[in-house]
């Protein structure tokens, strides 16, 4: 397969598993373009990208920004705070302003699960999502399962664990997704309250004990402690959540085998991970933020290739 | 389709010889020398061509592979190819002689993008071009090369193929694949 089957990127769930081949390939040559003296081709020089972040970025959107400029496209960006959305402006005309100012590809974050599909079906545009709601957050699922590849070899087989807040979380839904198309085996590891309550369905596993996970898993995948998006109490404290679902070196080394921690940042250092872990060698958090630009260019140049340029008005 | 053998696998020995001997004519020791192969097909000649060198008495010869994928053209224009391979260069650039190696010089289309790709790695001091087979009066852009092992006439809708000794040839040859042309 030369092409991605897709048209726009919203979410994993719209991926086969020859097209995350794919993106891995193509984003395994990008890791050697980043790395040159001069880290930057042409590929994408007639295109324009807007990214519109309606939900605070800080590395998300760094490294979208960073592999639109590697790939030489021209950038906008669009932040909902200092925009006319807080004037009461929708999200479909907000955009269609942007679009008539000739805007070839869309990477949008925001608050609502849908936007991006939404936004796919309404504008005549290539949409990235870059995260909606609590429902998907595709570059960061193939950030690292790419992470992983490179780590261990290959995903098919692994068995990985994703330990935290599952519940309003983007990045695991993501994750099952992409894990299991690449013939993974998943769990996901919380308090009860943070895991939602039909997971199952999903054909994962589900635990509550982290020292169980640990020694089952090739990898912990290790979620952040989304204070933001919790609207009440899902565990005593902050303290007993690091005491039950944060990883240390003490724990680390009292299992059998050698495990990879992975982290999606920003870190809540010393609640889900603590700061001699994140920074071992066991730890693979700067690989991924690494490998996020390559895979980000990878997405933005298969899908700038089905935007044929025509000659014709 | 008309199908004939151009080179031999001895012809194409003897011919790279040739170009391994006007190298070293003009490269010397090369110390100040790197020989890049182009993806994907100029890679086979590349290898080869360092082999001879280097039993020829040339030490620590520099060599990498360069893919031209991220700096086509035609991207977006039609059904180009997206797949990139491998590039591979240890070293730096700047001031370096460079010399390109492809098996066939059609339209000079690769060897513009590849000449763009390659000012990533620095400021090449000059580049060569050295080719297995020329297809002159094929060129679409004003690209000559300095080395060439056998010279082709051959239209529009004809094919040059190098095959390599491996799973998918017997041996080493050239082939022109006459096509259909008015």
Redesign the interface.
């Known amino acids: 397969m030369?092409?991605l089957s897709v048209d726009h990127l919203l979410g994993i769930k719209y991926l086969q598993a020859e097209d995350i081949k794919?993106i891995f390939?193509?984003a395994q040559?990008f890791k050697?373009?980043i790395n040159?003296?001069?880290?930057?081709?042409?590929?994408l020089r007639?295109i324009t990208v807007a990214n519109l972040f309606f939900e605070n970025s800080t590395r998300t959107r760094l490294s979208f920004e960073l592999a639109e400029k590697r790939l030489s496209a021209d950038v906008v960006n669009f932040s909902a705070a200092s925009s006319s959305v807080s004037k009461g402006e929708t999200l479909i005309d907000t955009v269609n302003n942007i679009l008539s100012m000739k805007v070839d590809m869309v990477v949008m974050r925001h608050p609502k699960p849908g936007a991006a599909y939404f936004l796919s079906q309404h504008v005549d545009s290539t949409i990235i999502n870059a995260g909606d709601g609590a429902h998907e957050h595709p570059t960061q699922a193939l950030l690292d399962s790419f992470s992983i590849q490179e780590k261990l070899g290959e995903v098919k087989g692994k068995k990985i664990v994703i330990v935290g807040d599952i519940l309003h979380s983007r990045v695991a839904l993501s994750n099952i997704l992409c894990l299991q198309k690449l013939g993974a085996e998943v769990e996901v590891c919380g308090p009860s309250t943070l895991i939602p309550k039909h997971i199952g369905s999903l054909g994962v596993r589900v635990s509550h004990d982290l020292q169980k996970s640990l020694e089952w898993c090739d990898v912990a995948n290790m979620l952040r402690v989304q204070h933001e998006r919790q609207d009440l109490k899902y565990f005593p404290s902050i303290r007993e959540y690091a005491q039950r679902y944060g990883i240390d070196r003490a724990l680390l080394e009292s299992l059998k085998s050698k495990i990879v921690v992975m982290h999606p940042g920003p870190i809540n250092r010393g609640v889900e991970i603590s700061t001699d872990v994140a920074d071992s060698d066991q730890s693979i958090i700067l690989n991924q933020v690494e490998n996020g630009v390559a895979i980000r260019m990878a997405v933005l140049?298969?899908l700038?290739?089905k935007?044929?340029?025509s000659f014709q008005n | 389709m008309n199908r004939k053998k151009l080179l031999n696998a001895r012809s194409i020995e003897i011919t790279l010889n040739r170009l391994a001997q006007q190298l070293i004519e003009n490269h010397g020791d090369f110390k100040n020398t790197v020989i890049i192969g182009l993806q994907s097909r100029g890679i086979h000649v590349m290898h080869q061509l360092v082999g001879i060198l280097e039993s020829s008495g040339v030490k620590d010869l520099a060599h990498g592979t360069l893919?031209i994928?991220?700096?086509r053209d035609d991207?977006?224009?039609?059904d180009?190819?997206?797949?990139?391979?491998?590039?591979?260069i240890d070293v730096?650039l700047e001031g370096k002689k460079v010399v390109f190696v492809d098996d066939v010089l059609f339209t000079g289309r690769s060897v513009r993008s590849a000449m763009?790709?390659i000012?990533?790695?620095?400021r090449p001091s000059e580049i060569e071009l050295l080719v297995l087979i020329d297809r002159r009066f094929s060129r679409e852009l004003p690209i000559q090369p300095d080395y060439v092992g056998r010279q082709v006439d051959s239209l529009d809708g004809d094919r040059v193929s190098v095959e390599w000794q491996g799973p998918e040839a017997k041996e080493n040859a050239v082939y022109l694949e006459i096509g259909e042309h008015e």
Do not use: C, H, N, W
């Open positions: 030369s092409e794919l390939q193509t040559q050697e373009v040159r003296p001069i880290k930057k081709v042409p590929s007639d140049y298969l700038a290739a935007r044929k340029i | 893919d994928t991220f700096f991207f977006r224009r039609r180009a190819p997206l797949q990139p391979s491998m590039t591979k730096l763009d790709a000012q990533s790695f620095g």
